[in-house]
């Protein structure tokens, strides 16, 4: 079972910046494909960054891009998302996941059945 610990979120004035880390403390496999996913009250969860450690591939949600920076540590099995110019409108649930291997659409999109998933952490933009 592949455990998760978040880190960072928290609460900030729109134009703020926050940092978020996920480690995956009980993963050993070389290759997986880790990011980060976020879930507003009565909106469907959505994809924000995911990063393929093998090769460094990334993906981002429009709305973040250029404003969101997903990077690795492999050293640590650890992702980190770096938050720039946050808005109201980045207020969710921010979840991380992982799923062993490489990254597919169905990661992107949530619905893998390998994905592993931490508990979440609360991030708050207030305008």
């Known amino acids: 079972q592949v455990q998760l610990v978040e880190s960072g979120g928290g609460s900030v004035q729109a134009g703020g910046s926050l940092r978020l880390s996920c480690t995956a403390s009980t993963y050993t496999g070389r290759r997986y494909c880790m990011g980060w996913f976020r879930q507003a009250p009565g909106k469907e969860r959505e994809g924000v960054a995911i990063?393929?450690?093998?090769?460094?591939?990334?993906y981002y949600l429009d709305s973040v891009k250029g404003r969101f920076t997903v990077s690795q540590d492999n050293a640590k099995t650890t992702v980190n998302l770096q938050m720039n110019n946050l808005k109201p409108e980045d207020t969710a649930m921010y979840y991380c996941?992982?799923?062993?291997?490489?990254?597919?659409?169905?990661?992107?999109?949530?619905?893998?059945?390998?994905?592993?998933w931490g508990q979440g952490t609360q991030v708050t933009v207030s305008s």
């Open positions: 996941a992982l799923r062993p291997g490489v990254c597919r659409d169905t990661v992107i999109a949530g619905t893998d059945p390998l994905i592993y």
């Open positions: 990063i393929n450690t093998t090769g460094g591939g990334t």
